[in-house]
C-alpha cells in the first residue's frame, strides 16, 4: 500500500521486531504493492530485512474472520518455511521469531512477517515474459509441483472469495451506496455491466463443475506466480510473497502463462500433468472475481479519498471492464 497504517508507525515495528531479536537501527516504509503494508528494516548489526504488515480485516482470502484470516496466513507462512526447509532456493520464507513463530498477530488487526533481504529486481505485475523467462518460472513450478505437502499446507476454496459480496452487490444496485466518495460511482459501474457479469458468475461455474467432475489430484501452489512475486538477481529466481500458499489443482498456477497446451510441454515432461484447459480457463475468471469482489467490500464499506482508493478505483474499473469485454470459451 502506498499510505502508511495510521495505527502502526516505526516505533511500534521496531518494538515487534524484537520478537525475532531484531534490534532496528534503520526502518523506511516502502510503498509498494497493494493490500499490505512494507518496510525494509537494517538491524543495528547490519543485516536487512523486509517486513510484511498484514491487514486481517482485509485478508479474506486466508480467511473471513480476522482470526480465521490470520490462522491462514500462519498456516501459507509455515508451508513456506517448510519448503524453504527442505532446500528449495526459490523460496524466499519468512524467519522464525525466538518461539518458532512464522507470523506474529498485533493486536486484533495486524499481522507481521519478517524476511530476509533478496537481492535482485522484480517485474510488474502484468508484465510481459520472455519465452525462456517462461521457461525458467515454469522449471520452478514443476519443481515446486512435485513436492509432498507440508502438514499444514492451507486447502484452497474452488469459489473466488468474495462470491457472496459480489452476489450481493449484483442485486443492491437499485438504491444509492454510502460508503463514501468511490461508493456510488462503483455502483453504477456494476449496475451498468450487472448482466455481463452475471454471466461470468455463469461461466465460472460451469468451469468449476468440469474442473470438479475430473478430479484432478491436489498439489502445493504458490497462487499468485506473476512477475512482481519473482525476484531475478541475474543467476537466480526466487519467488515472494507466500501468503497465498495452498493446496490446489497445478493450474492455479500454470493458468498464469495462458492456455495453449504447447506451452506446457517442459512442463508435462518433467512433472506427468498435462494441464486440463478447462482449469486453465477457470482460475483467470476466479481471480478477476475475486478482486471485484474485493474492491467492492472497500467501496462500500467507509471509505475516504486516498493515493490508494484511487489506485482501487482504478483496479475495480479495470476488472469489471475486462470481465464485461471476455466472455469465457468452452474449453
Not at 21 to 50: K, M, N
Not at 146 to 163: C, D, E, I, K, V
Request: glycine letters at 10%.
Amino acid at each position: 500500500m502506498e499510505q502508511r497504517p495510521e495505527d502502526f508507525d516505526d516505533h511500534r515495528l521496531t518494538g515487534v521486531l524484537r520478537e525475532w531479536g531484531i534490534d532496528a537501527a534503520e526502518t523506511g516504509y516502502l510503498p509498494v504493492g497493494f493490500g499490505d503494508h512494507h518496510w525494509s528494516v537494517t538491524g543495528a548489526d547490519g543485516r536487512r530485512y523486509f517486513t510484511t504488515l498484514s491487514d486481517l480485516e482485509r485478508k479474506d482470502h486466508c480467511g473471513p474472520t480476522p482470526d480465521a484470516a490470520f490462522a491462514g496466513l500462519r498456516d501459507a507462512m509455515d508451508t513456506a518455511v517448510e519448503l524453504g526447509g527442505r532446500g528449495l532456493g526459490f523460496v524466499v520464507a519468512p524467519l522464525r521469531t525466538g518461539d518458532g513463530r512464522s507470523t506474529v498477530r498485533v493486536g486484533g488487526r495486524y499481522a507481521l512477517a519478517v524476511f530476509p533481504h533478496t537481492p535482485g529486481s522484480s517485474g510488474s505485475y502484468d508484465g510481459e515474459r520472455s519465452d525462456e523467462e517462461r521457461e525458467r518460472v515454469l522449471d520452478l513450478l514443476a519443481e515446486l509441483h512435485r513436492q509432498p505437502p507440508p502438514a499444514r499446507t492451507p486447502r484452497t476454496s474452488l469459489q473466488p472469495h468474495g462470491r457472496d459480496r459480489l452476489a450481493a452487490a449484483l442485486e443492491e444496485t437499485g438504491t444509492p451506496w454510502r460508503g463514501g466518495p468511490f461508493a456510488e460511482p462503483a455502483r453504477e459501474l456494476i449496475a451498468a455491466c450487472a448482466d455481463a457479469l452475471r454471466d461470468r458468475l455463469a461461466d465460472f461455474d460451469r468451469l468449476a463443475a468440469e474442473v470438479e467432475r475430473r478430479g484432478a489430484a491436489q498439489v502445493v501452489t504458490h497462487g499468485e506466480p506473476h512477475p512482481g512475486n519473482l525476484m531475478d538477481d541475474g543467476s537466480a529466481l526466487r519467488l515472494v510473497d507466500w501468503d497465498t500458499a495452498g493446496l490446489a489443482v497445478p493450474e492455479r498456477d500454470l493458468s498464469e502463462f495462458g492456455t495453449d497446451p504447447a506451452l506446457f510441454a517442459r512442463y508435462t515432461e518433467r512433472t506427468g500433468h498435462a494441464p486440463d484447459p478447462a482449469a486453465l480457463a477457470l482460475y483467470p475468471l476466479r481471480w478477476n472475481l475475486g478482486e471485484a469482489a474485493e474492491y467492492l467490500g472497500w467501496f462500500r464499506a467507509p471509505h475516504t479519498r486516498t493515493r490508494d482508493t484511487e489506485l482501487g478505483w482504478r483496479g475495480l474499473a479495470e476488472t469489471v471492464h475486462r470481465l464485461a469485454a471476455a466472455p469465457v470459451p468452452l474449453p
